[in-house]
T-cell receptor, first 112, second 113 residues
Framework: GQQVMQIPQYQHVQEGEDFTTYCNSS?????IQWYKQRPGGHPVFLIQ?????EVKKQKRLTFQFGEAKKNSSLHITATQTTDVGTYFC????????????FGKGTMLLVSP | DTEVTQTPKHLVMGMTNKKSLKCEQH?????MYWYKQKAKKPPELMFV???????INESVPSRFSPECPNSSLLNLHLHALQPEDSALYLC????????????FGQGTRLTVV
């Protein structure tokens, strides 16, 4: 099945610094989704990317899908303590369903 | 209502016990899922129900038995679990369509003793 490699596994930043997590696949992806899981919480959908080269923004978060649809990134500008959590990329492996294969996730810690 | 509700939130059970996890959604989603998440790992798919019928079983041991009584409810029956089955069990639901997102419940944190 489709697999996505996600790096880094962990990042600790000072509040106000930027943060980026990357997902890579050896195969072309039909779409990629991003989820955030707060400590002790559950995954919450952030965004979905479908088109080659797509860029989407949500306030301080910028999501990109590579031109070859084999990689994606999530960039947070000027992190805040509320950004703490684990960010997962995920791929739906069955057409029409949210049968998600997740990357290993990047745990973000933000110090005030 | 965009919530998926899971009960109980926490469960401790012995290896000889039988227990059930429950999940409910009222978003009209016709696909429902069970995922298992071990500590510091990503969620892993266990089962998928589509229109109340089991459509995917990811080779899950038979000590886990899912059930979908109706389009809003999903259960996971547990019997003779092992300590290594301790994990966060997440229910999710989604529309049945291309490129659709999953809505996750808050999970049941299960400890098998």
């Amino acid at each position: 099945g489709q697999q996505v490699m996600q790096i880094p596994q962990y990042q600790h930043v000072q509040e106000g610094e930027d943060f980026t997590t990357y997902c890579n696949s050896s195969t072309t992806l039909s779409n990629i989704q991003w989820y955030k899981q707060r400590p002790g919480g559950h995954p919450v959908f952030l965004i979905q990317l479908v088109k080659s080269g797509e860029v989407k923004k949500q306030k301080r978060l910028t999501f990109q899908f590579g031109e070859a649809k084999k990689n994606s990134s999530l960039h947070i500008t000027a992190t805040q303590t509320t950004d703490v959590g684990t960010y997962f990329c995920a791929v739906a492996v069955n057409s029409g369903y949210s049968t998600l294969t997740f990357g290993k996730g990047t745990m973000l810690l933000v110090s005030p | 209502d965009t919530e998926v509700t899971q009960t109980p939130k926490h469960l401790v059970m012995g290896m000889t016990n039988k227990k059930s996890l429950k999940c409910e959604q009222h978003m009209g989603h016709r696909a429902m899922y069970w995922y298992k998440q071990k500590a510091k790992k990503p969620p892993e798919l266990m089962f998928v129900y589509s229109y109340e019928k089991l459509s995917i079983n990811e080779s899950v041991p038979s000590r886990f038995s899912p059930e979908c009584p109706n389009s809003s409810l999903l259960n996971l029956h547990l019997h003779a679990l092992q300590p290594e089955d301790s994990a966060l069990y997440l229910c999710a639901s989604s529309r049945i369509q291309e490129n659709t997102e999953a809505f996750f419940g808050q999970g049941t944190r299960l400890t098998v003793v």
